[in-house]
Each structure stands twice: as C-alpha cells, then as structure tokens.
C-alpha cells in the first residue's frame, strides 16, 4: 500500500484500537456500543466523515437508545439507491450477517442486481488487506462495457477500524469509484443514507462538468427544469410537469436518479424542489452549482398554491402567469378533495420523510390530524410543512421514535393508525385500524390533483374496518398475553425474578463482550 501512502502522512491503522476507546460506563445513558465504535471509528481516522454525518442528519446527543427514531439498518437507503441505477454495482464490505441481510432485503424489494461482497476476517481486517482485497475487487469489475460507476459501501467494522475508501482511484478504466462509509453508529435512518449516496454522486459529477463537456441525458427538453429532490411515486413527476408546462418550465430528473448520466441534468436545472426536506448533503451540492433550493411540495389545494408561488417568487416568473396556473390548479384540487372526503381522527408516523406532506394531505381532505410523527429531523426546507401544521393543531414531532409515535395512538385513540410495521401491530393489538407507511401510503400519488383523492379510498376501507376489528378483540377474548398468551388448562405462573435475574445476567454478558471487542 505504499503507493497509496503520501508520503508526508501516516496512514491510519485498520483496526478498531481498543486501547484508544474508553467504553461509557453503564450510568452513562445512551448505547454503549454505538458509542464504542464511534469513538473507535474517530480514533482510526473517521473523525471528518462522522462530523460531517453529525451536522447533516443530527440527533439529540443526550437521547438514549429509546429516545431515537428505529429504523432498519441504513445501509439499505444507500444500497437502495444503487441497485435502482443502471449501469451501477454495487459491492459491500462489512460483516457477513449484515451483508446477508441486506441482500435479503434489497431482493425481497425487488431489486435483481447482483451485490458485491468483500469478506474479512481479524487477520485481513488487522493488517490492512481488507483494503487490498476491496482495490483489487474493484479493479477486476471496472468494466467500461458494462458500468458507469462502482459504488464501494464501508459499513459499520469497516468504518469503524478506519478502512480508507478515499484513497480508491477515482476512476479505473473509465468507470467511475465512489467509495462512501454507511455505518449504523454515524447515520439515523436509511431515508438519510440514500442522501449520503446521492450527495456523493452529485458532488462527483460537479467535478465532471467543471472539468469539461459530458454526456447528454436521455432526454432534453428546451424549457428551464425543476430537479425533484426525493423518492416518490412515479405520477408524481408527471402531474408536477402538467402543472409546470403553463409557466414555461418543465420537470427534471428525481434525485436519486436512475442512471449516472441524468446527474448532469439535475445540477443544469433552474430550481430545486425539496420535496424531501433532508437531503442535506445533496441540497448542499446544488448551492455549490449555484441552483435555488425551495421546501415543500404541490400537495393539496394549499400546498399546490403555496409552492407555486414559491417557484415563481424564486424565478421571478410574472405574477399573472402564476395566478393563473394557481387558480386552475386550486380549482382542481378543491374538486378533487371535496369528491374524496375523508372523515375520522388519523395519527401519522413513519421514516420516509414524506410524513408531514401526508399529513397536510389529509388535514385538507377533512380528516383530524392530531400528531404526525418523522424519524427524519427538522430542517429549514420542512419549515413550510411543520407551520402549516402547527397553525392547524397538529403535534408534529420530528425524529419521532416507537415509543413516541406508540403513546400517540395511545393519546388520541384515532380511528386510523398510519405508520411502520411496530406501530401497525400496536393499534392492531388495540383493535384500532392502520396501514403501514411505507407499503400503502407512499406507494400511491400525492401531488396536485392527481394526489388530492388518491389516499382516500385506501383510508376510508380500513377506517370502515372498524367493526371487524372489534369482533376480533371479543371473539379472541379472555386468550391471555405475553406469559399467559394461548388457552391453558394451567395458566403459566408468571416470573418476573426470573426475567429480571437472567436480563441483568444477558447486560453483564454484552458488556464483558463488549469490553474486549467483539
């Protein structure tokens, strides 16, 4: 590795040096083992990465585990956005059971790309070969027939004993290498960690574009573009390039984008829509190309009409020409919602980062919003969303957690449950009726009048499941839960001297593991 070396630095060792990291102690609060490959991460070098992570996506550094949002790894964000690119690989370096599951789960969202995997064992991980082996993976896949760009993934071992991505060329053969640290001790949430990728792909190719002429996108159009900032339906784009075509502009490419090539097009645009208020990083690349940046979204009859002034205010577009195409898409919306009425008390939470404009989306279609709860976190491209809310009463909690969102449906005892997995079995578990985020609310157009009805028949059919829900809750009554769950002869005595000895003797087991670095 000495010709990766400068030759005026040290390199750091790839090793997590336990004699560097003071373990925090059990009063301390927090998740000691987040904190122990943090701070081993910082003393293998990574001090940079994880400051730049810290400002874009923070926490409350005093929040305990159960005071975070719960996400799955956010390694998935970022492998996401890859294996949705064409002409991109994709290969990982971390260990064998969180490669095993992202992989399951990349395939189980129909991804169908094949993910590359760079193994390691102590002796590789220890010596530095770990880097070696990852070089010499990419070098053997830089294929200019058949990629674009090799995205190189560190996860939470290898960011951690300070595997240095950044000295991988920034090209082989013509394919471009960017090389990123994922860890699970640094980033929130997989909705942030596919801002990580993003901004790193934007922030390359703004190099490019500098440095001389590049490919031209697949698609051009004449009119001055607006990039859309997040993941979202596929109607969404088109409806937004209707509303945008009588003011002379036209919709361009979502970011993440598809392909490596319409990263170009995005940068060579007139405005950007944050439709996804915090892709910090990413936001942060297109006020370096000079672009504008606006928050919020064309969602509901208020939204729409708020956002589009927002658009002509930025480009100074004539105020006729935008009352306009305000009046029509109003009118429009206004007809949509009121043929579409929803009528209940709905709690929403989820870690899209669309929650809030769902939100809105409901409050204008009639529905009682008390709380809507985001595991991503407050940024000023949100502020748009959060004050129209919190004029209308609506609790909006940003990097919500389960226990959080879980005493909300408890507070407000809605009609509808809207949010993940865990929050959908609580208030099932109650008879309450819900829906999962992800899979039911964010797979279905939310913009202009396309997006004003479209939530309405899914939540009113659960809302309407209400009665069912109830005979379920009487018919399985008197069963038993946790210890005494099922139909005995014998109810199971419970014992919780039992649970509390064993638990204390599992804390101490972690922490002795902990302590010498497994």
Request: include cysteine.
């Amino acid at each position: 590795m000495d010709d990766l070396t400068p030759q005026d630095a040290t390199r750091a060792p790839d090793r997590i040096d336990l004699s560097a990291v003071s373990t925090a102690a059990p009063e301390a609060g927090g998740c000691a083992s987040k904190d122990t490959m943090r701070e081993a991460a910082r003393a293998a070098g990574k001090s940079d990465v994880l400051d730049r992570y810290a400002a874009d996506y923070p926490v409350d550094p005093q929040a305990g585990p159960h005071d975070q949002p719960q996400s799955m790894c956010p390694a998935f964000g970022s492998l996401r956005v890859g294996l949705r690119m064409r002409r991109t690989a994709t290969v990982l370096s971390g260990s064998a059971c969180c490669v095993y599951g992202l992989t399951f789960t990349s395939h189980f969202y129909g991804a169908r790309r094949t993910v590359g995997y760079v193994p390691f064992s102590s002796e590789t991980l220890v010596t530095g070969k770990l880097f070696e082996d990852i070089k010499e993976a990419v070098e053997g896949l830089a294929d200019p027939e058949l990629y674009d760009a090799i995205i190189v993934t560190n996860l939470c071992v290898p960011t951690a004993s300070g595997v240095p991505l950044r000295l991988l060329s920034d090209q082989i053969n013509g394919v471009r290498i960017i090389g990123i640290d994922v860890p699970g001790f640094g980033i929130p949430t997989h909705a942030e960690a596919k801002d990580v990728l993003a901004g790193a792909m934007l922030q390359y190719a703004r190099n490019e574009v500098k440095a001389g002429p590049v490919a031209a996108p697949r698609e051009r159009t004449d009119k001055p573009t607006v990039t859309l900032l997040g993941e979202m339906f596929p109607a969404d784009p088109v409806v937004i390039g209707q509303m945008l075509a009588p003011l002379g502009l036209a919709a361009g490419p979502v970011v993440p984008t598809r392909e490596w090539r319409e990263l170009y097009a995005a940068l060579d645009c007139a405005v950007v829509a944050a439709i996804h208020p915090f892709y910090t990083a990413s936001i942060r690349e297109f006020e370096a190309a000079g672009r504008p940046v606006i928050g919020s979204a064309p969602v509901g009859a208020d939204g729409t009409a708020a956002w589009l002034q927002s658009l002509g205010d930025t480009l100074g577009l004539p105020q006729a020409q935008v009352d306009a195409v305000k009046n029509t898409m109003i009118a429009a919306c206004r007809g949509a919602l009121d043929k579409m009425p929803i009528k209940g008390r709905i709690t929403v939470s989820g870690y899209e980062g669309s929650e809030l404009l769902v939100a809105r989306l409901l409050v204008e279609s009639g529905a009682e919003v008390p709380y809507v709860g985001s595991a991503c976190p407050k940024t000023r491209w949100s502020d748009p969303d959060r004050e129209w809310l919190e004029a209308r009463g609506v609790k909006v909690q940003f990097r919500s957690s389960l226990e959080q969102d879980i005493a909300a449906v408890e507070e407000y005892r809605p009609d509808l449950a809207i949010g993940t997995t865990p929050v959908v079995q609580y208030a099932k578990s109650r008879a309450i009726p819900s829906l999962y985020f992800t899979n039911l609310i964010s797979a279905r157009p939310l913009m202009g009048p396309a997006g004003a009805g479209s939530l309405a028949t899914v939540i009113n059919a659960a809302m309407a499941n209400k009665a069912r829900f109830d005979a379920m809750r009487d018919f399985f009554e008197g069963v038993g839960t946790q210890h005494a769950a099922g139909v005995w002869e014998e109810l199971p005595v419970d014992r919780p001297k039992f649970r509390k000895k064993y638990a204390a003797l599992n804390e101490a087991a972690r922490k002795a593991a902990e302590a010498i670095g497994s």
